[in-house]
């Protein structure tokens, strides 16, 4: 069996997305995506906790969701994790977790949607691959265990 590295994430955006190019015109945006877990304690107590997650978009997914997405929209995340590391102005080595973006659903309406949910294509057709959305069908958030 091969590795695997997939992450799938079902939050709301913390603020409105970055658009960047490259130096050689490449199209990049970050997201952070904020996830709620809520449980309940031993004592019948509810507890909530947040959880942000950097997310990194390439190309012309990149650009659709500058162009389509917002602070506070309702996505799913499909993607890989990827950690990064470098050396601070100080000397010490700082890492970097974050989700590259593979696929990118919207799950709510937005102001300028017209439907409920919106696929944002892959950047490159020819390599599409199947999403475990479109093999598990369309999911309701309020159906998800966590």
Do not use: C
């Not at 509810?46 to 978009?57: F, G, L, N, T």
């Amino acid at each position: 069996m091969s590795d695997f590295n997939k992450t799938i994430l079902v939050g709301n955006l913390t603020k409105d997305p970055e658009l960047k190019f490259t130096p050689s015109g490449k199209a990049v945006s970050t997201i952070r995506v904020a996830t709620n877990r809520t449980w309940t304690t031993q004592s019948g107590e509810r507890k909530s906790e947040a959880e942000y997650h950097s997310v990194v978009v390439w190309g012309k997914l990149a650009e659709s969701v500058s162009k389509n997405l917002s602070k506070g929209r309702k996505i799913l995340v499909e993607g890989r994790l990827r950690t990064r590391n470098w050396q601070a102005p100080d000397g010490t080595k700082r890492y970097a977790t974050e989700i590259v973006a593979e696929n990118i659903r919207f799950l709510d309406r937005g102001p300028a949607r017209e439907t409920n949910s919106q696929q944002v294509p892959p950047e490159d057709p020819a390599q599409e691959k199947p999403s475990i959305v479109e093999e598990i069908g369309e999911i309701n958030v309020e159906d998800l265990p966590f």
